[in-house]
């Protein structure tokens, strides 16, 4: 070997050293890295929800944790941190995220969508949903739909949002995206200032749905769902149909390109997560019944309301992502004022923070986050308060940690503290985090350390002696004085008054204590006897049996057993009853039994509108998706006698939404409402409110004649059967399924006869053309619904056999329906049609009973004729009367109890019953309307308490005040009296 190469050796290896130490030199103009190793000594270490160790050490090297534990060997290269007055957390994780600001929380409360430009998809007529579209290029046919938007394309930190996370201990995040129905992709990212290619960890986490409505298709919440189940249906149709393609690229078309659709492909097949956003309770409920149905893993974000029904949640079995936002109780300027909050609005307040705490009691996960937070430094105040009301510290600590980490697919390196993750730390001084009084120090994220506390004065010193002008003479120090342990200071810059402590120890007892009940505890069956015995009433069969006088009705297990002559059982029988546990007793002497009455056009528990008006044709919205349980409405109308409503779409549309058949079980869930023995149906329409022509000047939907209406029932029966023809040749044939299309599915079943039609009409020569279009289909015509001049085309109406749903007495109110006459009713009665009376009003239908009487004075309807208008009647026109309608053996056990004749003005329903089980009483109601008067007047004086305690403004800021007078969306409906379009639009005369 040469001396020369030796020399060149042994040079090249005392370099090596400095080589690599010159790599970690940055070019000129930038920051020198800080030191990779660090040493962090003498903390208290959370290593997760379940353990902690005193007097631990945490090592991190390259922005990765190397150890943990008490007994650590300090590398000779480390910078040693003293941490022993603190303790050291995961880096906190914040799973729905808005990085750009703080998202308000979703809107369904959308009730009027009839205002402005319709719009919709796959109808000429219409204004087109490019105009409105939230992307350019290639996408779904509604706008609102972007399943392939990503934020990660589009991330840039803000650096004042991520110091206010930071200070609250937060490292990382899921930034969502914040528009939109299907929203997109979020991305995970930490929370330091790196460039977007350094701080995201996870480009796609999660895709996000929202239930949020749109200016156009689709404007109401039933709509929205509509368009999810629609674009899923697609999405599977689509990845079938690109498979095929690329099997026969020759033989076959080419298939549309939709990135929309292909970014669904990984849900669809469960390797994405899918996060609603649903706005409310029961659409938390609907959010996950509507994953079920097509097969997504899910998570929901929560909306602050699920203690109305922690039994749907517990049902839901979904991790929940939890905001903390809070509403406050003002401090209201007149006495007077506090009249105007409602009962559900104090509960709200009160129950808001025991929300998490609910949710965990159901066994759910829960995550926590500071969406829809206004001010984000108030998140820490609200999680104290939450845990005041029963979420545990542990669980706390997992809401921050463990659950996000595993929620957003980042386990194996977030939410613990243990070798190899990434070193994400969150240090907190004194007692920790949930401490109210200890401070986020600082965090760590991949390794580099934040402060998150501004630098302190030096010890001792007087900041404004510091910073006066030297001519100023220097002033006295302000004397201390101690009282009962609290420091205060003399003169003009008192800190704390003396009782101040007292008054923060007060309002955190007073908040401690909730005073609201669960909604459940004044709701709910009141009694559920195996047997009921009515005994010695006149009874109204509504059968062939009529009305008669002193019998006897037994039901048994939710059926109408026997009716028979009074009395049917002896004394002894009957004492031995009385006694029963199973059995009940009614002793009806001088009283009166009829079956539940039934209201054939209803619109009382609809969530979120009762039209989607953008399009002609809106057959495959549901309004069983929107079905109302939490409406008082329902309670008031028990009380008048009523068991069972059609829940019809509105009469916006030449073709509306399907309908919901319910019973009025007070206390069920949406689906536990339902009866589910009702044929399908539908809403139709007729008239002005379809044509729109004098709405206002800007509507441009398709038809805007009376005569485009049946052109367009032949448009659409004709694609439904050519839809129903394309199914049957693929059945023959195999390949590639059709394209679901929920709409003409609908209409193919009114085809096949299996879905019923409702009609909204008014004029008879719009109901001949009408049934003229449906008889060329070979279609029935289940009702026409208002039918205000069907007396002028009765003999019509009975020869193709359609009911007839009428009001009783409305007329006049617009000009198409200036001949309809209260006697209508009863003139078509007479030429063979079935006659019901509907309400159309949630006002109305506490008073059905006495709409029945109006067709003895109008017209001379015999009287047990005229109750069937409220009972058998509308129970054939829905196609239920095998069950209900009619007291015969067999039937559901429906029944009432009256005071009086039900036809008499001066009746009284003292007693609601639902297959067997009570629902009202009037007793039990006045005893109910008692408590909850008092839980209202006990809230009002916490809250106004809590005011006081809080400096007379409530316990929040702005927002969250604002929150406390926000009505819920179930609660947005409470017996509006006219609830049908007709008298809601503001339109010219005609």
């Given at each position: 070997?040469?001396?020369?190469?030796?020399?060149?050796?042994?040079?090249?290896?005392?370099?090596?050293?400095?080589?690599?130490?010159?790599?970690?030199?940055?070019?000129?103009?930038h920051?020198?890295?800080?030191?990779?190793?660090?040493?962090?000594?003498?903390?208290?270490?959370?290593?997760?929800?379940?353990?902690?160790?005193?007097?631990?050490?945490?090592v991190?090297?390259?922005?990765?944790?190397?150890?943990?534990?008490?007994?650590v060997?300090?590398?000779?290269?480390?910078?040693i941190?003293?941490?022993?007055?603190?303790?050291?957390?995961?880096?906190?994780?914040?799973?729905?995220?808005?990085?750009?600001?703080?998202?308000?929380?979703?809107?369904?409360?959308?009730?009027d969508?009839?205002d402005?430009?319709?719009?919709?998809?796959?109808?000429?007529?219409?204004d087109?949903?490019?105009?409105a579209?939230?992307?350019?290029?290639?996408?779904?046919?509604?706008?609102?739909?972007?399943?392939?938007?990503?934020?990660?394309a589009?991330?840039?930190p803000?650096?004042?949002?991520?110091e206010g996370?930071?200070?609250?201990?937060?490292?990382?995040?899921?930034?969502?995206p914040?528009?939109?129905?299907l929203?997109?992709?979020?991305?995970?990212?930490?929370?330091?200032?790196?460039p977007?290619?350094?701080?995201?960890l996870?480009?796609?986490?999660?895709?996000?749905?929202?239930f949020?409505?749109q200016?156009?298709?689709?404007?109401?919440?039933?709509g929205t769902?509509?368009?999810?189940?629609?674009?899923?249906?697609?999405?599977?149709?689509?990845?079938?149909?690109?498979?095929?393609?690329?099997?026969?690229p020759?033989?076959?078309?080419?298939?549309?390109?939709?990135?929309?659709?292909?970014?669904?492909?990984?849900?669809i097949?469960?390797?994405?997560?899918?996060?609603?956003?649903?706005?409310?309770?029961?659409?938390?409920?609907?959010?996950?019944?509507?994953?079920?149905?097509?097969?997504?893993?899910?998570?929901?974000?929560?909306?602050?309301?699920?203690?109305?029904?922690?039994?749907?949640?517990?049902?839901?079995?979904?991790?929940?992502?939890v905001?903390?936002?809070?509403?406050?109780?003002?401090?209201l300027?007149?006495?007077?004022?506090?009249?105007?909050?409602?009962?559900?609005?104090?509960?709200h307040?009160?129950?808001?923070?025991?929300?998490?705490?609910?949710?965990?009691a159901q066994?759910?996960?829960?995550?926590l986050t500071?969406?829809?937070?206004?001010?984000?430094?108030?998140?820490?105040?609200?999680?104290?308060?939450?845990?005041?009301?029963?979420?545990?510290?542990?669980?706390?600590?997992?809401?921050?940690?463990?659950?996000?980490?595993?929620?957003?697919?980042?386990?194996?390196?977030?939410?613990?503290?243990?070798?190899?993750?990434?070193?994400?730390?969150?240090?907190v001084?004194?007692?920790?985090?949930f401490?109210?009084?200890?401070?986020?120090?600082?965090?760590?994220?991949?390794?580099?350390v934040?402060?998150?506390?501004?630098?302190?004065?030096?010890?001792?010193a007087?900041?404004?002696?510091?910073?006066s002008?030297?001519?100023e003479?220097?002033k006295?120090?302000?004397k201390?004085?101690?009282?009962?342990?609290?420091?205060?200071?003399?003169?003009?810059?008192?800190?704390?008054?003396?009782d101040?402590s007292?008054k923060?120890?007060d309002?955190?007892?007073?908040?401690?204590?909730?005073?609201?009940?669960?909604?459940i505890?004044?709701?709910?069956?009141l009694?559920?006897?195996?047997?009921?015995?009515?005994?010695n009433?006149?009874v109204?069969?509504c059968?062939p049996a009529?009305?008669?006088?002193?019998?006897?009705?037994?039901?048994?297990?939710?059926?109408?057993?026997?009716?028979?002559?009074?009395?049917s059982?002896?004394?002894?029988?009957?004492?031995?009853?009385?006694?029963?546990?199973d059995?009940?007793?009614?002793?009806?002497?001088?009283?009166?039994?009829?079956?539940?009455?039934?209201?054939?056009?209803?619109?009382?528990?609809?969530?979120?509108?009762v039209?989607?008006?953008?399009?002609?044709?809106?057959?495959?919205?549901?309004?069983a998706d929107?079905?109302?349980?939490?409406?008082?409405?329902?309670?008031?109308q028990?009380?008048g006698?009523l068991?069972?409503?059609?829940?019809?779409?509105g009469?916006?549309?030449?073709?509306?939404?399907?309908n919901?058949?319910?019973?009025?079980?007070?206390?069920?869930?949406?689906?536990?409402?339902?009866?589910?023995?009702?044929?399908?149906?539908?809403?139709?329409?007729?008239?002005?409110?379809v044509?729109q022509?004098?709405?206002?000047?800007r509507?441009?939907?398709?038809?805007?004649?009376r005569?485009?209406?049946?052109?367009?029932?032949?448009?659409?029966?004709?694609?439904?059967?050519?839809?129903?023809?394309e199914?049957?040749?693929?059945?023959?044939?195999?390949?590639?399924?059709?394209?679901?299309?929920?709409?003409?599915?609908?209409?193919?079943?009114?085809?096949?006869?299996?879905?019923?039609?409702?009609?909204h009409s008014?004029?008879g020569?719009?109901?001949i053309?009408?049934?003229?279009?449906?008889?060329?289909?070979?279609?029935?015509?289940?009702?026409?619904q208002?039918?205000?001049?069907?007396?002028?085309?009765?003999?019509?109406?009975?020869?193709?056999?359609?009911?007839?749903?009428?009001?009783?007495?409305?007329?006049?109110?617009?000009?198409?329906?200036?001949?309809?006459i209260?006697?209508?009713?009863?003139?078509?009665?007479d030429r063979?049609?079935?006659?019901?009376?509907?309400?159309?009003?949630?006002?109305?239908?506490?008073r059905?009973?006495?709409?029945?009487?109006?067709?003895?004075?109008?017209?001379?309807?015999?009287?047990t004729?005229?109750?069937?208008?409220?009972?058998?009647?509308?129970?054939?026109?829905?196609?239920v009367d095998?069950?209900?309608g009619?007291?015969?053996?067999?039937?559901?056990?429906?029944?009432?109890?009256?005071?009086?004749?039900?036809?008499?003005?001066?009746?009284?329903?003292?007693?609601?019953?639902?297959?067997?089980?009570?629902?009202?009483?009037r007793v039990?109601?006045?005893?109910?309307?008692?408590?909850?008067?008092?839980?209202?007047?006990d809230?009002?004086?916490?809250a106004?308490?809590?005011?006081?305690?809080?400096?007379?403004?409530?316990?929040?800021?702005?927002?969250a005040?604002?929150?406390?007078?926000?009505?819920?969306?179930?609660?947005?409906?409470?017996?509006g009296?006219?609830?049908?379009?007709?008298?809601k639009?503001?339109?010219?005369?005609?």
């Amino acid at each position: 070997m040469s001396t020369t190469f030796v020399r060149l050796a042994c040079a090249c290896l005392a370099l090596a050293p400095l080589a690599a130490r010159a790599a970690d030199l940055l070019p000129p103009g930038h920051r020198p890295r800080s030191p990779g190793v660090h040493a962090l000594l003498g903390a208290q270490v959370h290593v997760n929800p379940s353990n902690y160790w005193n007097n631990a050490t945490v090592v991190i090297r390259d922005g990765i944790i190397e150890a943990v534990g008490r007994d650590v060997r300090l590398p000779a290269d480390a910078r040693i941190w003293n941490a022993s007055n603190s303790v050291i957390y995961a880096g906190f994780i914040d799973p729905y995220l808005s990085i750009t600001g703080t998202n308000a929380p979703v809107s369904t409360t959308h009730i009027d969508p009839i205002d402005g430009l319709t719009s919709g998809i796959g109808f000429l007529g219409v204004d087109s949903q490019e105009k409105a579209r939230l992307q350019p290029g290639a996408g779904y046919e509604v706008a609102s739909v972007t399943p392939h938007a990503r934020v990660a394309a589009g991330y840039t930190p803000a650096g004042k949002t991520l110091e206010g996370l930071r200070e609250l201990g937060f490292t990382s995040g899921n930034v969502v995206p914040a528009k939109g129905i299907l929203r997109g992709s979020s991305a995970f990212v930490n929370l330091s200032d790196a460039p977007p290619n350094v701080a995201i960890l996870r480009a796609d986490t999660h895709q996000h749905i929202a239930f949020e409505s749109q200016e156009v298709y689709p404007k109401s919440l039933m709509g929205t769902i509509a368009v999810v189940r629609q674009t899923f249906a697609d999405a599977r149709h689509y990845v079938l149909d690109q498979a095929d393609y690329r099997a026969k690229p020759t033989a076959r078309k080419r298939p549309d390109l939709n990135p929309a659709l292909d970014a669904l492909a990984p849900v669809i097949n469960k390797q994405t997560t899918v996060v609603f956003e649903p706005g409310s309770v029961l659409m938390c409920d609907r959010a996950a019944r509507l994953a079920r149905e097509v097969g997504l893993n899910f998570a929901v974000v929560a909306s602050g309301h699920e203690w109305r029904r922690p039994d749907l949640m517990k049902v839901a079995k979904a991790p929940f992502i939890v905001p903390l936002n809070l509403p406050s109780a003002p401090k209201l300027p007149d006495e007077d004022d506090w009249l105007d909050v409602s009962l559900d609005q104090l509960r709200h307040w009160d129950w808001a923070a025991e929300n998490a705490a609910l949710l965990r009691a159901q066994g759910l996960e829960v995550a926590l986050t500071t969406h829809a937070l206004t001010d984000r430094k108030v998140f820490r105040r609200n999680l104290r308060l939450a845990m005041d009301r029963g979420l545990s510290e542990r669980d706390a600590l997992a809401a921050l940690t463990t659950v996000p980490a595993k929620l957003c697919g980042v386990a194996d390196r977030l939410g613990t503290i243990e070798k190899g993750k990434i070193a994400n730390l969150t240090v907190v001084d004194g007692a920790g985090y949930f401490d109210a009084d200890a401070k986020v120090k600082q965090v760590w994220i991949d390794g580099q350390v934040f402060e998150t506390q501004p630098a302190k004065s030096p010890v001792g010193a007087d900041v404004r002696r510091l910073t006066s002008k030297s001519s100023e003479a220097p002033k006295q120090p302000e004397k201390k004085l101690e009282t009962s342990g609290v420091v205060s200071y003399v003169g003009k810059e008192a800190a704390t008054k003396p009782d101040a402590s007292k008054k923060k120890a007060d309002l955190a007892a007073l908040q401690k204590l909730r005073v609201a009940q669960p909604p459940i505890a004044s709701r709910g069956s009141l009694a559920s006897p195996k047997t009921v015995l009515v005994l010695n009433a006149t009874v109204w069969t509504c059968g062939p049996a009529g009305r008669i006088e002193g019998m006897d009705v037994r039901f048994n297990n939710g059926k109408v057993e026997s009716v028979s002559k009074h009395p049917s059982l002896s004394k002894e029988t009957l004492a031995r009853l009385h006694v029963s546990s199973d059995t009940i007793v009614i002793d009806a002497t001088g009283k009166h039994l009829t079956p539940g009455l039934i209201d054939a056009h209803s619109h009382t528990a609809i969530l979120g509108g009762v039209n989607e008006g953008t399009l002609p044709s809106t057959a495959m919205v549901r309004i069983a998706d929107v079905v109302n349980s939490e409406t008082e409405n329902l309670f008031q109308q028990l009380a008048g006698g009523l068991t069972m409503a059609n829940l019809l779409h509105g009469s916006a549309n030449p073709i509306g939404g399907q309908n919901s058949v319910i019973k009025l079980r007070f206390g069920a869930g949406p689906e536990a409402l339902k009866f589910t023995n009702a044929p399908s149906g539908i809403k139709f329409a007729l008239g002005e409110n379809v044509k729109q022509s004098n709405w206002t000047e800007r509507q441009s939907r398709f038809p805007q004649t009376r005569m485009g209406v049946p052109t367009f029932y032949v448009n659409r029966f004709t694609a439904a059967r050519q839809y129903l023809d394309e199914w049957s040749e693929y059945a023959r044939k195999g390949g590639v399924p059709p394209r679901t299309n929920l709409e003409l599915e609908a209409l193919g079943e009114i085809l096949n006869g299996t879905r019923l039609i409702h009609c909204h009409s008014y004029r008879g020569d719009e109901i001949i053309a009408f049934l003229r279009v449906c008889e060329s289909f070979g279609v029935r015509v289940a009702t026409l619904q208002h039918v205000l001049e069907g007396y002028k085309v009765a003999d019509e109406i009975a020869k193709h056999g359609a009911g007839g749903s009428c009001f009783t007495d409305w007329w006049a109110y617009k000009f198409e329906v200036w001949d309809a006459i209260p006697y209508a009713g009863s003139l078509m009665r007479d030429r063979g049609v079935n006659v019901s009376f509907n309400s159309d009003s949630s006002e109305l239908a506490r008073r059905m009973y006495l709409e029945a009487a109006k067709a003895v004075k109008y017209g001379g309807t015999p009287e047990t004729e005229a109750l069937k208008f409220v009972t058998m009647n509308p129970a054939k026109q829905l196609g239920v009367d095998k069950w209900v309608g009619s007291l015969e053996p067999g039937k559901d056990a429906d029944f009432v109890l009256w005071s009086h004749s039900p036809l008499a003005y001066n009746t009284v329903c003292e007693q609601t019953w639902i297959e067997g089980r009570k629902y009202f009483d009037r007793v039990a109601a006045a005893e109910r309307a008692v408590t909850l008067a008092k839980e209202r007047t006990d809230l009002i004086a916490k809250a106004k308490k809590v005011a006081s305690l809080s400096g007379g403004g409530g316990e929040g800021g702005a927002a969250a005040q604002a929150a406390f007078f926000q009505r819920a969306l179930e609660k947005l409906h409470e017996l509006g009296i006219a609830e049908c379009l007709d008298c809601k639009l503001n339109r010219k005369s005609e």
